[in-house]
């Protein structure tokens, strides 16, 4: 990845606890790349997403981020909102994979994707 930039703090930390946490499907993990595709595909829709597998919630964020870049473009006033705006609706049948993603996807919540929601991710 020498020619782009490189993931945010959080993203990095998605990746550790996912390898320290569930190893076994540590290669299932989106990465840099593919996280930068699916947050611009992602940016250019409505921003009403369906994600099938959430695993630990990587590809998750992508989504959320270009959900929300969706909404800005469009200029909606129910950006963020279920009824009308952009959302991500993502499932997993894997019970600790959805606490894991929980757990990730409320720390961008927070904290967004800088040091801060990393050091919150760190304490799963």
């Known amino acids: 990845s020498g020619h782009s930039t490189s993931s945010p703090s959080l993203f990095r930390q998605i990746e550790l606890n996912t390898a320290a946490l569930l190893p076994s499907g540590a290669h299932m993990v989106s990465g840099q790349t593919q996280g930068a595709l699916l947050k611009m595909l992602a940016s250019q829709t409505s921003g009403r997403i369906l994600e099938i597998g959430s695993f630990t919630g990587y590809a998750t964020a992508c989504f ?18 279920r009824e009308g705006g952009p959302f991500v609706l993502s499932l997993e049948r894997d019970r600790r994979a959805l606490g894991i993603a929980s757990a990730h996807i409320k720390a961008m919540s927070e904290f967004g994707l800088g ?8 304490k799963l």
Not at 64 to 81: H, K, N, T, V
Not at 115 to 122: P, Q, T, V, W
């Open 64 to 81: 959320l981020e270009g959900a929300a870049i969706a909404g800005e473009l469009a200029d909606r006033e129910d950006a963020g909102c």
């Open 115 to 122: 040091e801060d929601a990393a050091e919150e991710a760190s």
